[in-house]
């Protein structure tokens, strides 16, 4: 009984000895010890063909084709003008790592040679590269078919390459997207926030969503994941976000706590400044927009956003005084003394918006919303039309 095992033993092990492709040696030499890449790369075409069944073959082919592109990369950098003969071979050395494995999870890498997971992990990033090209050309099937190369390959090691699969996560749902394919979009970003990294995009991009889906619990608990997963350097959009969130869901006090301390912390960058001035004036928080804002034009005196901003704390604060006026008419006795004391100091507010109105013009006569807010105000306050500003505004509406 012991002699019929050893000589099953003995026969199953020859037998793997031979399924070895004896050409093998003899690319692995030319590859590792006389470092010569197309050569290496020529036996192996020779050598593959009927060999595609061992593990051995895929992982030796994976390595000729990872160093064949870096051989083209430096031949590249010597020679502009070279044209590279393999512009495939990472795709392939990335898929041929990933086969090796798939036949034999367990397989060890000769001496000189990559692993089939170290050879994945080093090709996902040029493959992402050509991945961010194809996507710049709008070949988005091409982008999403190399992107999920990058991720498979990032898969190898989740944890320590989080952050790398969180960006090929996002430009896989950004060509989903681009595509028209909503669900896609939502599904590929909902499987980006499961890694909890601080890439603050994934989880925004999903707010919008569940802001759209008119989904305010959805989007209250993406927003308390973000600030658990993004550090306060990096969290200036969240922030940004939350003052969003507390205005959807009607919370003012919170919203006013919120927009201060961002104020607060960011008060020397003027676009944060406008970002929250402009929800202190939605929520008629005049006086300390006002401060905000002369704050952010201390830094930057001809900043666009913000001398509009300025315009807008005093515009809606006059459309404020507008309503109280209609609402003082529509009073049964008619109240017309506080609706003409009303309409009186709306007047006021808005000569002092026609100020910072044409500040922001003579800074930027493109805008159109200011150009339409120019315009009525002008004719509100019965003041002349600079030349062309009618034209402006009457060609937005042919549009």
């Known amino acids: 009984m012991k002699k019929t095992f050893i000589t099953v033993i003995l026969f199953f092990f020859a037998g793997y ?23 290496a790369r020529n036996e192996m075409e020779k050598c593959f063909p009927g060999n595609e069944s061992s593990p051995d073959a895929w992982l030796v082919r994976a390595n000729v084709l990872i160093q064949l592109h870096e051989h083209e990369l430096e ?6 003008k070279y044209q590279t003969r393999w512009p495939d071979a990472i795709i392939i050395a990335n898929e041929s790592f990933y086969k090796a494995l798939e036949l034999k999870p367990d397989i ?34 091409e982008a999403i078919k190399l992107l ?7 898969r190898v090691n989740p944890k320590e390459y989080a952050l790398y699969l969180a960006y090929a996560y996002l430009d896989l749902a950004n060509c989903h997207k681009a595509m028209g394919d909503e669900e896609g979009y939502k599904k590929i970003l909902m499987d980006a926030v499961k890694l909890n990294v601080a890439l603050p995009d994934i989880y925004l991009n999903l707010y919008d969503i569940y802001k759209q889906e008119k989904d305010t619990v959805k989007c209250g608990e993406i927003l308390a994941q973000a600030r658990k997963a993004i550090p306060d350097d990096l969290a200036i ?84 005084w507008d309503n109280i006026k209609e609402a003082k008419l529509n009073e049964r006795p008619r109240k017309f003394t506080e609706a003409e004391e009303a309409l009186k100091k709306a007047n006021e507010i808005l000569e002092t918006a026609l100020i910072w109105i044409e500040k922001a013009y003579h800074i930027n006569t493109e805008d159109m919303q200011n ?28 549009h």
């Open 75 to 80: 031949r590249s950098k010597r020679d502009p």
């Open 108 to 141: 060890k890498a000769s001496a000189g040679l990559l692993s089939p997971q170290d050879g994945q992990l080093l090709s996902a990033y040029p493959i992402s590269e050509l991945a961010t090209q194809a996507m710049e050309n709008k070949d988005y099937a």
């Open 17 to 39: 000895l031979f399924a070895q492709p004896a050409c093998l040696k003899d690319v692995i030499y030319t590859l590792v010890s006389l470092k010569e890449v197309p050569r």
């Open 237 to 320: 959009d969240v922030k940004g976000y939350e003052l969003d969130y507390f205005a959807m869901i009607g919370d003012f006090e919170k919203l006013k706590d919120a927009a201060l301390k961002m104020f607060e912390q960011y008060k020397d960058n003027p676009a944060v400044i406008n970002i929250v001035a402009g929800y202190l004036v939605n929520n008629k928080e005049y006086l300390l927009a006002e401060e905000a804002i002369n704050a952010g034009l201390a830094i930057a005196p001809n900043d666009f956003d913000l001398t509009q901003q300025m315009a807008f704390r005093f515009y809606f604060e006059a459309i404020d």
């Open 148 to 154: 999920n190369l990058v991720i498979r390959s990032y």
């Open 371 to 398: 150009n339409i807010m120019y315009l009525r105000t002008l004719v509100r306050l019965q003041q002349p039309v600079p030349e062309g500003l009618q034209e402006k505004v009457d060609s937005y509406r042919k």
